[in-house]
Nanobody, 128 residues
Framework: QVHLVESGGELVQIGGSLRLSCLVS?????????FGWFRQAPGRGREGVAC????????YYADSMRGRVTVSGDNAKNTVYLEMSGLRPEDTAVYYC????????????????????WGQGTQVTVSS
């Protein structure tokens, strides 16, 4: 059974940066699936942020944070990362890592329905 554990969320000031981590077990899962980052603010639906496929080298960034985030993965550490910069109060949300049903990232969309296993989330709060 695949488990995802996010970490790295914290309180940060406007304009700050954070790196979120998603530890994946078992580790070889990174070779067979894409991984997505999503976020959910209070009272709002879950929206996609980014997707990465280590095996195919594909990445996708949703409009929500494009230009301010970088997604990556490290096979040796069994970890997927989301690096965020220029953070704004509207970025405040719980950020989730998820395992995709497919090996690749779509080049056109990032939908929760394409992902089947989710972590518990990590809270990011941007103070104004």
């Amino acid at each position: 059974q695949v488990h995802l554990v996010e970490s790295g969320g914290e309180l940060v000031q406007i304009g700050g940066s954070l790196r979120l981590s998603c530890l994946v077990s078992p580790g070889d899962t990174l070779n067979y699936h894409s991984f997505g980052w999503f976020r959910q603010a209070p009272g709002r639906g879950r929206e996609g942020v980014a997707c990465v496929s280590i095996s195919t080298g594909t990445k996708y960034y949703a409009d929500s944070m494009r230009g301010r985030v970088t997604v990556s993965g490290d096979n040796a550490k069994n970890t997927v990362y989301l690096e965020m910069s220029g953070l704004r109060p509207e970025d405040t949300a719980v950020y989730y890592c998820a395992k995709g049903f497919h090996r690749w990232c779509s080049s056109a969309r990032l939908e929760t329905t394409d992902f089947g296993t989710w972590g518990q989330g990590t809270q990011v709060t941007v103070s104004s």
